[in-house]
């Protein structure tokens, strides 16, 4: 048994990613890699998420340019996977930035769990301190996708 491998179309994409939740996303700094699981929404060609402050904000703050990776395992064998190539943007807390604040909270808050990976730290912070809540979006530059298709 093998495998056809299958290059997805910008719609078939559009479709994994609005179907998804769950993405590893690559940041890089100084010339090193950093990869983080986050959940995330997708509309009208941006990616939605929120994170607490830590590495993935600094790095991304101070290179905006990542990668999304989304995966989809099969019933079966097979796999599909689209790779998203971006701009990340903050939107600070300020009336310039409201709308893409509410936008972003509004499409992650439909499910329960939205805020779990990006509000977990592991450190303890001290007792009164409010973090700030980091809300951002990651601009599509080039989506690209495959699929590998089992074949008897």
Same mark, same amino acid.
């Given at each position: 048994?093998? &495998?056809?491998?299958? %290059?997805?179309?910008?719609?078939?994409? *559009?479709?994994? =990613?609005? /179907? #998804?939740?769950?993405?590893? !996303?690559?940041?890089?700094?100084?010339?090193?890699? +950093?990869?983080?699981?986050? +959940?995330?929404? +997708?509309?009208?060609?941006?990616? &939605? #998420?929120?994170?607490?402050?830590?590495?993935?904000? @600094?790095?991304?703050?101070?290179?905006?340019?990542?990668?999304? /990776?989304? %995966? /989809?395992?099969?019933?079966?064998?097979?796999? $599909?996977?689209?790779?998203? %190539?971006?701009?990340?943007?903050?939107?600070? @807390?300020? @009336? !310039?930035?409201? *709308?893409?604040? !509410?936008?972003?909270? #509004? =499409?992650?808050?439909?499910?329960? @769990?939205?805020?779990?990976?990006?509000? =977990?730290?592991?450190?303890?912070?001290?007792?009164? #301190? !409010?973090?700030?809540?980091?809300? &951002?979006?990651? *601009? =599509?530059?080039?989506? $690209?996708?495959?699929?590998?298709?089992?074949?008897?």
């Amino acid at each position: 048994m093998g &495998y056809i491998l299958k %290059d997805l179309t910008q719609a078939e994409c *559009s479709t994994i =990613l609005e /179907q #998804s939740r769950f993405g590893h !996303l690559a940041c890089c700094n100084e010339g090193r890699p +950093y990869v983080v699981p986050i +959940y995330f929404a +997708y509309a009208k060609g941006t990616i &939605y #998420s929120f994170s607490m402050p830590g590495r993935k904000v @600094d790095w991304m703050r101070a290179n905006e340019n990542v990668c999304l /990776q989304i %995966d /989809q395992r099969g019933t079966g064998r097979g796999w $599909t996977s689209v790779v998203v %190539d971006g701009r990340f943007e903050e939107f600070p @807390d300020t @009336d !310039l930035w409201r *709308s893409e604040r !509410l936008q972003a909270w #509004s =499409l992650l808050q439909k499910h329960f @769990d939205w805020w779990e990976i990006g509000a =977990l730290k592991p450190q303890a912070r001290p007792p009164g #301190s !409010l973090p700030e809540h980091i809300f &951002y979006g990651i *601009s =599509l530059r080039e989506v $690209t996708g495959r699929t590998a298709i089992p074949v008897d």
